[in-house]
């Protein structure tokens, strides 16, 4: 229990807790002034001044609308806290299961994922409440009469304390109550399953045994849960009744001590209204909803994969890309994509993936650009990982530019400048005459045009997302099949643009065309590679041959790089 503990604990450490705090400040005033203007307002009226009385229940009236618009903002900011925690999860569960290959997987993202998020944000109010009303009413106490607050708080506290000693108590019992549960299914499942075997060999005797003792078992698990709520009854009688019958007990001593009526009414109050609501739901909630998240959190991470945080790295030394026994399967009893894979890419090349659909061609993408983690072997950036690059790091040392090229709706200026927004009109116009994509800007009316992605055919998007690429800093690019909607003569426009502008050039090709502009081309044949220039290849792979033969080209020849 204690990891799923630490872990929402680092979850709230990590958020912008302090606004959800400072917004609990109106909330804490309702809750310490209503006892105190309860006995102002008692003494008042048994002393003939009802206006004054009337006042002091007007101010209450005053507070509790100033707390409800504290509320309202703790609500408004509690998202803040959970959706990252949310997406924490999800990056876990889903790591998890490309490490593992779990089918389970798939119930952790989609309901135990939200049990926790639900359960998570539930318990941040309810401690949040009993927080501010156990803070509201201790200073309305100490305000009102030191002495009532002597009789009120140590007995509230003890019962406190023993909840939340019942609650680990709690906790293994679910567990133990969950595992009998299973083990139970398991063997029901069993005897159901060859009930006709039992009944053909006589074996009802042997099969009664076999079930009987996990239904046993499962007996004795809900029995000592029923046990625990028995203890969580005892706890609330000390925490939430004690303290009224010891006020109740001692008014007589306290009135003759000089406590007015209206303060001892006032204590009273500060009990009923504050305390043992607060004591009840914080009960209630830790031992349900607070159980429910540390199970399920402790199932989630158990199976996930864990998170890898980069480490600090303050100058990733070049963009020079080094693969060493690179290997990569999706979960393990799958055969690997990429296997011992041997590569280095020097700073200004151009090198061109090309294979047969399927053959892990964007998988390789994905390492090279940090979007996958190597199953085994490395992928080195400038010296480092790509998974120790901080992020704003990573984006300026390499782009990656997808087959379904992204565009939003906006103005398409924002669309080309989206990877540096300083950009001038002369370096987007020179872009976009480079790539050639000057036609598309004027059909669509100029740089302020607005555009919708759904309005654009998949090449004239593409074009906008190589626009977007030429524009970025970063030196290495690497397009996944990213000009496989334009035709022949605008895909060669646009990678040529892209091998003279400088930096590293990967190119994961649609057409082997693409291969014939590069000096150096990657084959990738099943989990195997061959690497070499086109005559070399020619040679030596036949998969290159035959990817070769396939292509047809329409228009011009294309004369090998040199």
């Known amino acids: 229990m204690r990891r799923e503990l630490r872990y929402g604990v680092e979850a709230l450490r990590k958020r912008p807790t302090l606004k959800l705090a400072l917004w609990s400040v109106p909330d804490i005033l309702p809750t310490a002034i209503y006892g105190v203007a309860v006995a102002h307002a008692t003494d008042n009226f048994l002393a003939g001044h009802a206006w004054q009385g009337i006042a002091w229940l007007g101010g209450l009236v005053a507070t509790a609308c100033l707390g409800a618009a504290g509320s309202h903002q703790v609500y408004g900011r509690l998202g803040d806290l959970v959706e990252p925690l949310r997406d924490d999860l999800v990056r876990r569960v889903v790591g998890g299961a490309l490490r593992t290959g779990d089918d389970a997987a798939v119930a952790r993202l989609n309901r135990q994922v939200e049990i926790v998020r639900d359960t998570f944000a539930g318990l941040v109010l309810v401690i949040r409440n009993f927080a501010v009303t156990l803070f509201g009413v201790l200073v309305g106490l100490l305000s009102l009469a030191p002495l009532v607050a002597a009789f009120v708080v140590p007995p509230f506290l003890v019962g406190f304390a023993l909840s939340l000693a019942v609650l680990g108590m709690a906790a293994d019992r679910v567990r133990a109550s969950l595992q009998a549960d299973e083990e139970l299914a398991t063997a029901?499942?069993?005897?159901?399953?060859?009930?006709?075997?039992?009944?053909?060999?006589?074996?009802?005797?042997?099969?009664?045994?076999?079930?009987?003792?996990?239904?046993?078992?499962?007996?004795?698990?809900?029995?000592?849960?029923?046990?625990?709520?028995?203890?969580?009854?005892?706890?609330?009688?000390?925490?939430?009744?004690?303290?009224?019958?010891?006020?109740?007990?001692?008014?007589?001593?306290?009135?003759?001590?000089?406590?007015?009526?209206?303060?001892?009414?006032?204590?009273?109050?500060?009990?009923?209204?504050?305390?043992?609501?607060?004591?009840?739901?914080?009960?209630?909630?830790?031992?349900?909803?607070?159980?429910?998240?540390?199970?399920?959190?402790?199932?989630?991470?158990?199976?996930?994969?864990?998170?890898?945080?980069?480490?600090?790295?303050?100058?990733?030394?070049?963009?020079?890309?080094?693969?060493?026994?690179?290997?990569?399967?999706?979960?393990?009893?799958?055969?690997?994509?990429?296997?011992?894979?041997?590569?280095?890419?020097?700073?200004?090349?151009?090198?061109?993936?090309?294979?047969?659909?399927?053959?892990?061609?964007?998988?390789?993408?994905?390492?090279?650009?940090?979007?996958?983690?190597?199953?085994?072997?490395?992928?080195?950036?400038?010296?480092?990982?790509?998974?120790?690059?901080?992020?704003?790091?990573?984006?300026?040392?390499?782009?990656?530019?997808?087959?379904?090229?992204?565009?939003?709706?906006?103005?398409?200026?924002?669309?080309?400048?989206?990877?540096?927004?300083?950009?001038?009109?002369?370096?987007?116009?020179?872009?976009?005459?480079?790539?050639?994509?000057?036609?598309?800007?004027?059909?669509?009316?100029?740089?302020?045009?607005?555009?919708?992605?759904?309005?654009?055919?998949?090449?004239?998007?593409?074009?906008?997302?190589?626009?977007?690429?030429?524009?970025?800093?970063?030196?290495?690019?690497?397009?996944?099949?990213?000009?496989?909607?334009?035709?022949?003569?605008?895909?060669?426009?646009?990678?040529?643009?892209?091998?003279?502008?400088?930096g590293t050039l990967i190119v994961i090709a649609h057409r082997i065309s693409s291969a014939l502009r590069a000096r150096r081309i990657l084959v990738l044949d099943g989990n195997k590679a061959a690497i070499g220039n086109h005559p070399t290849l020619v040679r030596n792979s036949p998969l290159y041959r035959e990817l070769l033969g396939h292509w047809q080209p329409g228009g011009d020849q294309i004369q090998p790089a040199s």
């Open 188 to 502: 029901s499942g069993m005897t159901f399953g060859g009930v006709r075997d039992i009944a053909a060999t006589g074996a009802e005797e042997f099969a009664e045994k076999l079930v009987g003792r996990p239904i046993e078992a499962q007996a004795a698990a809900e029995r000592s849960l029923a046990k625990v709520a028995a203890l969580r009854t005892l706890c609330f009688a000390v925490g939430g009744w004690a303290p009224l019958l010891i006020l109740l007990a001692a008014g007589p001593w306290l009135v003759g001590r000089g406590i007015s009526t209206g303060t001892l009414l006032g204590g009273l109050t500060y009990v009923l209204i504050g305390l043992q609501p607060a004591l009840n739901t914080v009960m209630g909630a830790l031992g349900d909803s607070g159980l429910r998240y540390v199970i399920t959190l402790g199932r989630i991470l158990d199976s996930a994969a864990p998170v890898v945080t980069p480490r600090p790295v303050d100058e990733v030394n070049g963009y020079q890309l080094r693969l060493r026994g690179l290997t990569f399967a999706y979960g393990p009893s799958a055969d690997p994509v990429l296997e011992d894979l041997e590569l280095t890419v020097a700073e200004g090349e151009h090198l061109v993936v090309v294979g047969p659909s399927g053959i892990g061609k964007s998988t390789l993408a994905g390492l090279v650009c940090g979007m996958l983690a190597p199953t085994s072997g490395r992928v080195l950036l400038g010296g480092v990982p790509p998974s120790e690059v901080p992020v704003e790091r990573l984006a300026a040392t390499r782009v990656l530019i997808p087959q379904e090229a992204y565009v939003f709706s906006g103005p398409l200026m924002e669309n080309f400048t989206y990877l540096l927004p300083d950009a001038t009109i002369s370096e987007v116009t020179q872009a976009v005459e480079a790539v050639g994509a000057a036609r598309l800007v004027e059909r669509l009316g100029g740089f302020g045009a607005r555009v919708r992605p759904d309005d654009l055919s998949a090449g004239e998007r593409q074009l906008i997302a190589l626009v977007r690429a030429y524009l970025s800093p970063a030196p290495l690019v690497v397009l996944d099949e990213a000009t496989c909607f334009l035709d022949p003569e605008a895909e060669r426009r646009a990678e040529e643009a892209f091998a003279a502008r400088g």
